[in-house]
């Protein structure tokens, strides 16, 4: 059985890189240099491209995921305000000039009470989004 020899080599590393290499090291209680060496093989393995690759991927994909994800719900928001315009537009005539000042003055109260029955929804849920099928046809998402 032959021993092979191992070869020494230097090399200049980034203050902050060689920290996170002894820190690294440390809690892994090995070497530096054999940390750095199990690195640098790993980095010229033939697969390393191919797990990177993998790994760039999967990323890229759980991505996607979440952006189908808000193209959904920015889709249901947008419907659910545009259907709540349009009848509030159809079934709210115009109020006589006289009913406008009354009307403004309990808008501000009304309003408060909308933000804070909002902020309440939004802090327990259900959302309206997990409402709503995602196998509806049509819905943004929707597959």
Do not use: C
Request: charged share 30%; no cysteine.
């Amino acid at each position: 059985m032959k021993i092979l020899k191992k070869q020494r080599l230097s090399v200049y590393l980034d203050p902050d890189i060689m920290k996170a290499l002894a820190v690294y090291a440390a809690r892994r209680d090995q070497s530096r240099s054999l940390v750095a060496e199990a690195a640098i093989a790993s980095f010229l393995s033939p697969d390393a491209a191919e797990r990177q690759e993998a790994a760039t991927t999967k990323r890229l994909d759980q991505l996607d995921r979440r952006m189908t994800r808000m193209e959904r719900d920015l889709g249901i928001s947008v419907e659910m305000l545009a259907v709540f315009v349009r009848h509030w537009l159809t079934t709210n005539p115009p109020l006589p000039e006289p009913a406008q000042a009354a009307a403004r003055a309990q808008a501000g109260e009304r309003y408060e009470a909308f933000v804070a029955a909002l902020g309440r929804r939004l802090a327990k849920g259900p959302k309206v989004r997990e409402e709503i099928s995602e196998d509806i046809a049509g819905v943004p998402g929707a597959e």
